[in-house]
């Protein structure tokens, strides 16, 4: 069997492709493609990392067991972020454990409550809007969505506390996580230091509100409830350090899709005006009674679901999955070797004609693919996303409010709107500026 996988040129010595793959990841993978196909090779630096491209390839990688390829050893990045002993700082057999926990929260009838939490919040956010103005979305919605998912996760009283703080030490935490971690994530940088300065505060805040939920005896249905009344199999209790730690992992897993899916929708909805009479329509169908949003409701919005499910295609949040090949494995004729790393990017595969015709045309319509792996926002397999229903939630309810009650048009050239991977997450450049007006 071959073990020749095309090599992406560009490589320098004792550096391999870490300088172009950090500063521009994106162009990186996607050139890294056009130039060899769908399995291709490149040097991070000293780890070897294998390319693939397409849904045969998610569906082998997502299906091959953690023993084969290990998603805990190509994201020990995420150790100080979450802290050990959670998720990919745990054994195997916690970690499942803890991702019930996790579930937990995600049952229907805590959907239901942050719902409603969601809409209170977008109601007192655009409570101070003028008739008109101009926002960047991008900065908006990573301040919004970080109230929604704190208020949602902690409770009302941290919610309204902490948010700003909480909000400058989750910046800090995000900013932590660079392309580089992957090859070096105990890399010494400014970045790593608040990092970490910012996840020991984040434990004293959580444990305070912890230890003060517990001594007035109140009881909340969000999911710092779900993580205080929790135990491991053998009966024991999570403790403060975990409580934290299954906060912060579930932040990660919502908040920035969230952020940025709202974004970029919003974005796709004002460069497409064709659709907006449709748009309207059906979202002030939800509020015609004048209740409160409903799950249900969120549920039947298609064509809000097309623009949502078509930014998720073309704007992917995560484009970097990875999996440590612990034991060789194969893949459509190629032999890759154990101590390397596999990735798969959904921007490059996202874009692929024979799965989505004119894949660069933005098409809230698109049907889905007929492909079960071709369409991975949210990854796929057992570690696929636990923050996916929660993060569609909050882009549903936040859009349904604003485009009730505003209209909004492009204040920037259509094609000023570019991507930005700073981090491994994909955002909207700055600035990112909307026109909005109150409807009539």
């Known amino acids: ?222 999911m710092l409830q779900v993580y205080m009344e929790s135990t491991y199999n053998d009966g024991r209790k999570l403790t403060e350090h975990e409580i934290t730690g299954m906060v912060i992992w579930f932040m990660f897993a919502g908040h920035h899709t969230s952020s940025n899916t709202t974004a970029w929708t919003l974005l796709e909805i004002s460069r497409h005006p064709e659709y907006l009479a449709e748009l309207r329509e059906e979202i002030d169908a939800l509020f015609a009674d004048d209740s409160a949003l409903s799950l249900k409701g969120l549920r039947d919005i298609p064509l809000l679901d097309g623009f949502i499910r078509e930014s998720l295609r073309v704007h992917p949040p995560l484009n970097t999955i990875t999996r440590r090949v612990m034991q060789d494995w194969q893949y459509k004729g190629y032999t890759i070797s154990a101590g390397k790393n596999v990735m798969v990017c959904p921007h490059v595969s996202h874009k692929l004609p024979e799965q989505f015709e004119n894949p660069e045309q933005f098409d809230p319509k698109r049907p889905p693919a007929s492909h079960l792996f071709a369409e991975i926002p949210f990854g796929g397999g057992h570690h696929k996303c636990i923050g996916n229903a929660f993060a569609i939630l909050q882009v549903k309810a936040i859009l349904s409010t604003l485009l009730h009650n505003y209209e909004f048009t492009l204040d920037q050239p259509a094609d000023s709107y570019l991507e930005s991977m700073p981090a491994l997450i994909l955002r909207p450049s700055e600035p990112c500026r909307l026109r909005y007006s109150r409807r009539s």
């Open 1 to 222: 069997m071959s073990t020749g996988i095309p090599f992406v040129s560009g490589a320098k010595p004792g550096l391999g492709h870490v300088e172009e793959f950090n500063s521009t990841p994106l162009d990186f993978m996607h050139r890294a493609f056009e130039e060899c196909g769908e399995v291709s090779e490149f040097d991070l630096g000293g780890l070897r990392t294998v390319l693939l491209v397409g849904p045969d390839a998610h569906e082998a990688m997502f299906r091959t067991p953690d023993a084969q390829l290990s998603a805990a050893q190509a994201y020990q990045m995420m150790v100080p972020v979450f802290g050990e002993g959670i998720q990919y700082g745990a054994e195997p057999h916690i970690e499942r454990q803890q991702l019930k926990m996790q579930v937990q929260g995600l049952k229907h009838d805590r959907m239901l409550n942050y719902a409603q939490i969601i809409e209170q919040e977008v109601d007192e956010f655009i409570a101070a809007w003028e008739d008109s103005g101009v926002i960047d979305v991008y900065e908006q919605f990573t301040q919004l969505t970080l109230k929604t998912s704190t208020h949602c996760l902690l409770g009302k009283d941290l919610r309204f506390r902490l948010t700003d703080e909480f909000g400058e030490l989750y910046h800090d935490l995000e900013n932590g996580i660079a392309p580089s971690s992957l090859s070096n994530p105990e890399e010494d940088d400014e970045r790593f230091r608040r990092r970490d300065a910012a996840r020991q505060r984040l434990e004293e805040l959580i444990t305070e509100a912890v230890r003060d939920r517990r001594a007035r005896g109140v009881h909340e249905q969000d």
